[in-house]
């Protein structure tokens, strides 16, 4: 099992739609998680981190199942920019070991 | 600059030669990570660095891959007999503390090796 897994996707979503990305790990001793976006060849920007007990930032909400081992992202009120590829991160066997998953890709469709 | 600096922003190697990436972190930045991302594929963990100090290089796929921080600011990373496979964006990244917290990613240097 891969440490970190995505469905690559992609999404494709009307303006509006709410959708929702999963992402499961294997470690169960890791503690931290983040979603980052990465645009068209661009580099990968912090979009949240995510806590125990779940967060929302504007459209945006985080939530951490430990028991199950997944975090998941969800989007309401999808907008043409939110189009991109969202990574799932969460730190592996060491406080700087940083593991990437292969990204779940969105496309917004007007 | 403001940001996470990477040079050069293309390089082109033959098969054999020897390439070397550079880094420049955000100032006053304790962590530095290396990261390869091929295209389609999310960035794979290379190394890390806390200050001078290399606590992590599991990802270096083979010892051809070297990477140093000498003085605890600019990074370099060194492909020796660089291979077909080599081929990638390799990215940057500096973050404020030391490790489980937000990353700033340079540009990314993009390595064709022919």
């Known amino acids: 099992r891969k440490e970190v897994e995505q469905d690559p996707g992609p999404f494709n979503v009307p303006e509006g739609a709410t959708v929702a990305f999963n992402c499961t790990y294997s470690?169960?001793?890791?503690?931290?998680f983040f979603w980052y976006r990465q645009d068209c060849r661009k580099e990968p920007k912090l979009l949240m981190s995510?806590?125990?007990s779940g967060n929302e930032d504007g459209r945006f909400t985080a939530q951490l199942n430990r028991a199950s081992q997944y975090i998941s992202l969800l989007i309401r009120d999808s907008k043409l920019s939110d189009s991109a590829t969202y990574l799932c991160v969460v730190n592996g066997r060491s406080q700087g070991n940083l593991i990437f998953g292969k990204g779940t890709k969105l496309s917004v469709k007007p | 600059g403001a940001g996470v600096s990477q040079s050069p922003r293309y390089k082109v190697a033959k098969r054999g030669q020897d390439v070397a990436l550079r880094c420049d972190p955000i100032s006053g930045h304790v962590s530095l990570f290396w990261y390869q991302q091929a295209l389609g594929q999310g960035p794979e963990f290379l190394t890390y660095f806390q200050n001078e100090a290399q606590l992590d290089k599991s990802g270096l796929p083979s010892d051809r891959f070297f990477a140093e921080r000498p003085e605890g600011s600019v990074s370099t990373l060194k492909i020796q007999r660089t291979q077909q496979e080599d081929s990638a964006v390799y990215l940057c990244?500096?973050?404020?503390?030391?490790?489980?917290?937000?990353?700033?990613f340079g540009s990314g240097t993009q390595l064709s090796v022919l």
């Open positions: 470690n169960s001793a890791s503690q931290s």
């Open positions: 995510v806590y125990s």
């Open positions: 990244a500096s973050s404020r503390g030391q490790g489980n917290e937000k990353l700033f």
